[in-house]
């Protein structure tokens, strides 16, 4: 079982910078796929990023592209979101999620994670 455990969401202004963290506990998460994933007041939960196990491969919503980058620290078993040039669009409650298998842009293909942390852009 893996516990996961958003930090580092906050008030931001547009256009500004943050970095989401994701640190997992229980076992490693080595070999997981990770993602993350957001949710808007009253719409689903959406697909934001996704890495490999390896970090060699990543891949992006194509809203975010170009502006927020993921990364792992595998000997930290921990996830990272960087957001640049954030948008009064990008407020909503931040997930990461691991998988133990393939890539996936699927929620329900995820079987751990975390309570979220909010982020909230200004204009």
């Known amino acids: 079982q893996v516990q996961l455990v958003e930090s580092g969401g906050r008030l931001v202004q547009a256009g500004g910078s943050l970095r989401l963290s994701c640190e997992a506990s229980?076992?490693?998460?080595?070999?997981?796929?990770m993602a993350w994933f957001r949710q808007a007041p009253g719409k689903e939960r959406e697909f934001v990023a996704g890495?490999?196990?390896?970090?060699?491969?990543?891949y992006y919503a194509d809203s975010v592209k170009g502006r927020f980058t993921i990364s792992r620290d595998n000997a930290k078993n921990t996830l990272y979101l960087q957001m640049n040039s954030v948008k009064p669009e990008d407020t909503a409650v931040y997930y990461c999620?691991?998988?133990?298998?393939?890539?996936?842009?699927?929620?329900?293909?995820?079987?751990?994670w975390g309570q979220g942390t909010q982020v909230t852009v200004s204009s």
């Open positions: 999620a691991a998988r133990f298998g393939p890539a996936s842009m699927d929620a329900q293909n995820f079987g751990s």
């Open positions: 229980g076992r490693t998460v080595t070999y997981h796929h």
């Open positions: 890495i490999r196990w390896s970090g060699a491969n990543t």
